[in-house]
């Protein structure tokens, strides 16, 4: 995919122009390679005009997570209509309300520049002090380790929370295709969607061993 994004249809204030090249630009070069400058370059606005509407980066960085913040609740969502944790299919319904809403954002270049900038957050050491990831992503963390103290019961305290952690970590960095191209040219890079669900839910389900 080539370093470019792709504006939605129909006609864009300069806001939101500014939040689609700031989210571009923060998921190609990272937080602090970004700048402001290099963001309304990108928008085709002032310098001036962006601090109208925001007054200092993180401001503008936060506002980027903020409007995407439907696809954690599609995802919560999608965990609180599963009728029984404990049932044999929970499992399964458990990892599709986590993964689908993501992986759809992997199916339009529009969006799958917010999966990228996700991964780029929750891998970087710095990403604390911003608070993005406690205020956007913890509250829905909590409630799928909540989850799977339910639908796999009988681990350890630590099992939970480290069992989503990586689970995260395999679906952030499935946001990119390169490196498996790489790995394997021939290999069918849709295969992921099923792969990836089927790789977490074993994690999910797998005993722990010392």
Sequence with gaps: ??????????????????????????????????????????????LSLLMYHFKAKLDLYREIFARRQYVNVSRVTALEAIADLSAPTALDEIVAAFANPVLELHENPRDLWFARLVLRE???????????????????????????????????????????????????????????RDLAPAVDVDAKYRLLRGFIRAGWEASERP
């Design 122 to 180: 929750a891998s970087d050491p710095s990403s604390h002090e911003r608070g993005i990831l406690q205020e956007f992503f913890d509250p829905m963390a909590g409630k799928f380790i909540d989850a799977l103290r339910r639908a796999v019961p009988g681990r350890s305290e630590e099992f939970y929370p480290w069992a989503y952690l990586f689970a995260v970590g395999a679906l952030t960095q499935s946001s990119f295709d390169v490196r498996i």
């Design 1 to 46: 995919m080539s370093a470019r994004y792709e504006l939605p249809p129909g006609e864009l204030d300069r806001r939101e122009k500014i939040l689609w090249a700031a989210e571009f630009q923060f998921a190609l070069n990272g937080y602090h390679g970004t700048t402001l400058r290099g963001i309304a370059e990108e928008a085709d606005v002032k």
